[in-house]
């Protein structure tokens, strides 16, 4: 009987192919990659504008006094400007690598379930199709995004 494959396994649960691999083994990100981490930010930024959107409705239903208005917005405001830094900083860094063993633990979300990746005591987010694809008794490599550590791809050591 065939063994399935283990690196066809990552690159489908992660969303990578060969030539981002190659990419991220030299520091770099490819355009698909690129894109995704626009479509990532995008998602955020808007993610935190219907948060924004939602607190000043909140402040405004609730006659809040005007001082609690202007630093919860200026709160929010910070957060969105924090944002998308990181996710600038993703665009113009060199895409990091991490080696080692791999814990991949559940972590519930508000919007929906995924799960925690631990390699030497740092902690990346990934989807519920990336649990299945990574042996707890190998060794990996994870390549990342320095600002957000947004996982781009993994390989199998030894």
């Known amino acids: ?3 399935p494959n283990p690196m066809l396994i990552l690159s489908n649960a992660l969303g990578f192919s060969a ?3 190659y990419a991220n083994r030299i520091g770099l ?3 698909h990659q ?3 981490i626009i479509k990532h930010r995008k998602q955020a930024f808007e ?3 219907m948060g924004t959107l939602l607190v000043l409705l909140c402040v405004i239903f609730l006659h809040l006094q005007l001082m609690v208005a202007v630093f919860g917005l200026a709160c929010m405001i910070s957060l969105l400007l924090g944002i998308w830094m990181r996710y600038e900083e993703d665009l113009h860094s060199q895409v990091e690598a991490i080696s080692g063993q791999i814990e991949v633990q559940p972590q519930i979300m508000l919007l ?3 799960y ?3 390699i030497n005591g740092q902690i990346f987010r990934v989807s519920g199709r990336a649990k299945v694809a990574f042996n707890h008794q190998a060794a990996y490599r994870l390549y990342y995004t320095a600002g957000t550590h947004i996982v781009l791809a993994a390989e199998l050591l030894g």
């Open 47 to 49: 993610n935190w504008f």
């Open 112 to 114: 929906g379930r995924q």
């Open 19 to 21: 030539a981002d691999l």
């Open 29 to 31: 990100l490819t355009s």
């Open 1 to 3: 009987m065939m063994q």
């Open 116 to 118: 925690r990746v631990d």
């Open 34 to 36: 690129r894109n995704n």
